[in-house]
């Protein structure tokens, strides 16, 4: 009876997976390329201006100038074996995430767009939750260490050379800030308890703790302003895909209310592509396509304030308009899904919405 049962469901099976397939055309199968390229040389850009700039790779300029490609001009010093193979691995960055993606959408088309969305959604939301745990933990410990070291009590807990060490903005952000963004990642893909909302209270918390270490005790060092700066500054930078996942931001709404559902529709997936993935580009292009520019400056040299002693976050600022560009880049592209979904489901007169997964939220 139980293999029965299992013959007489595979069939079904098979027939509504082909009646999916049936369904899907050219421009559900371009969408999910498109979002599938969006999303992928997005983030490639990211780890391969790190390679470059942090670890000295030489970029795919480099790589293209040594070969003599695309009109770029001959490097002075030619590249060796070594600097070749690793800028092949960069542009392997560039196109293996893109091959994966049409392998697996291939795969995928029997599925509704909306799953596709909801992928994309659930990145978003995991890189909000690690940034959140990140700047978290790294204000809280960053603020300890800064409290330690400005009343003097590092030397007798850690030693005077590791004092010297904690002092320096390179060590710190390499052996105390990188460990806990690394741990901050296992634990965003381990919990949704908290959210980047969480930061509000904290930084009420921060802001109480200053009012009354002035007015009480008459106490206040420049580490404490600069805990607060740095979690309002990540309040509003991560809270964006957040806001964008629940129709949270604020529209300049002129005629939007009166669009019906499939102009809305429109409106949203051309807006995605035209205004907010390109945003999401200029940032990133124009703050890291140099080792000067305005984000990949700070970031590279663990720039700090000029306040004395006070928290070595400044450079994780710049940092957070980067998560900025790439969270809101991952959930442009869901929304740009969840908008060609719509316009579907109208086209073919199913105006019933496609079961999906429950929505994550960072």
Known sequence: M???????????TGASRSAALAGVDGVEIASRIVAAAVVSITFAFTANFFL??????PGLPALFADAGWFGFAPLRNPLDGAQVFRGWIQVAIYVVPIL???????????????VGADAYSELAAFIIRASFWSVFLVGFVDAVISFLRVEDFLPPLVGDDMTIQLG??????????????????VIALFTRSLSVVWLALLIVLAEIQIVFTRFIFSYEQAFMGDLVRFWYASLFLLASAYSLVDEGHVRVDVFYARFSEKRKAWTNAVGSMALGVPLCWIILTMGMWTKGSSLASPLLNFEISQSGFGMY??????????????????????????????????????????????????
Do not use: N
């Not at 139980?2 to 079904?12: I, M, Y």
């Not at 790439?326 to 869901?334: E, G, I, N, P």
């Open 100 to 114: 994966f993606a049409v392998v697996w959408i291939a795969s995928t088309l029997h599925r509704p767009l909306q």
């Open 313 to 362: 976050v400044k450079y994780l600022m710049a940092g957070l308009l980067v998560i900025f560009a790439l969270s809101m880049a991952a959930q442009f592209t869901a929304y740009f899904l969840e908008s060609v979904a719509v316009l579907r489901r109208k086209d073919t007169g199913d105006d019933a919405a496609p079961a999906s997964a429950v929505p994550s939220h960072p």
């Open 2 to 12: 139980t293999s029965t049962a299992t013959t007489a469901t595979g069939p079904d």
């Open 52 to 57: 470059t700039f942090g670890w000295g790779w």
């Open 168 to 185: 320096l903005s390179k060590f710190r952000g390499q052996y105390v800030h990188l460990p806990l963004m690394a741990l901050s990642c």
